[in-house]
């Protein structure tokens, strides 16, 4: 028995040193679990898995990932409200090859109103979204968020929503996932209050002008 733990301590110690791990990683809608490949995880990243459900329009996916994840996503638990629709996510780990973290607790639902109010709305094939709708935040969703999503590889796909998040949500900031076959790219960016709706329009528009100098 003290042999293991001894191990265990010099293996978690590599890890914090920087020392590069290997990791399962694998993705699957539908279910909270899944099999993969082994892949080497960069320097500093640790074994992860993490479970969604996610609510949009009435239908509901769950999602389960491994993957080799950022320290600081470990054991965050959070949630996003958005007009028709709802994201909880859950992540643990494990800090050593090919190790398997135990079965990520999604958060509970809480429908206490918190005072804030954020703008709303959701793209089922677009990475923005712009509304006047406003959404009463709840629970410990004290922040204006927007996310966005865009899969490639075997699975080609994009959404976005703008609504209520946790901090934990927040905090994870931006953020690329290799899932072997898929490939995710998540863009998050958070504010204490709602977006300005003629702001974020100029934004956009700056961001369109920008791009299309690059395109042609």
Same mark, same amino acid.
């Given at each position: ?9 010099i ?11 290997t ?6 809608e ?6 993969? /490949? ?7 990243y640790?074994?992860? *898995? !993490?479970?969604?459900?996610t609510? %949009? +329009?009435? %239908?509901?996916t769950? !999602?389960?990932?491994?993957?080799? /994840?950022?320290?600081?996503?470990c @054991?965050?638990?959070?949630t996003?409200g958005? =007009?028709?629709?709802q994201?909880?996510? *859950? ?5 050593t090859?090919?190790c398997?973290?135990?079965?990520p607790?999604?958060p $509970? +639902? /809480?429908?206490?109103r918190?005072? $804030? ?6 793209s ?9 709708e406003?959404i009463e935040?709840?629970g ?6 927007? %996310?966005? #999503? *865009? ?11 703008? @609504? ?6 927040c +905090?994870?900031?931006? =953020?690329? #996932?290799?899932?072997?076959n898929? =490939?995710l ?12 709706l003629?702001s ?6 700056? !961001?369109?002008?920008?791009?299309s100098?690059?395109l042609?």
């Amino acid at each position: 028995m003290g042999s293991f733990l001894l191990a265990t301590c010099i293996l978690s110690t590599l890890v914090s040193a920087g020392h590069s791990i290997t990791c399962f990683v694998c993705r699957a809608e539908g279910e909270f679990s899944c099999t993969g /490949e082994e892949r080497s995880c960069p320097k500093d990243y640790v074994c992860a *898995a !993490t479970s969604t459900i996610t609510i %949009m +329009d009435g %239908m509901q996916t769950k !999602t389960f990932t491994r993957s080799c /994840e950022r320290r600081n996503a470990c @054991g965050v638990t959070g949630t996003i409200g958005y =007009q028709r629709g709802q994201v909880k996510r *859950a992540t643990s780990c494990c800090y050593t090859d090919s190790c398997y973290p135990s079965s990520p607790a999604l958060p $509970l +639902d /809480e429908s206490r109103r918190n005072g $804030l109010t954020c703008s709303s709305c959701t793209s089922h094939d677009s990475l923005w979204c712009l509304t006047k709708e406003k959404i009463e935040c709840t629970g410990q969703e004290n922040k204006c968020i927007f %996310m966005s #999503h *865009a899969y490639t590889g075997a699975k080609y796909s994009k959404n976005s929503f703008r @609504g209520c998040g946790t901090k934990a949500i927040c +905090d994870l900031g931006s =953020q690329t #996932h290799n899932y072997g076959n898929v =490939q995710l790219r998540t863009e998050i960016t958070c504010t204490n209050h709602g977006p300005n709706l003629h702001s974020s329009f100029f934004v956009l528009l700056v !961001t369109v002008v920008i791009s299309s100098k690059f395109l042609f």
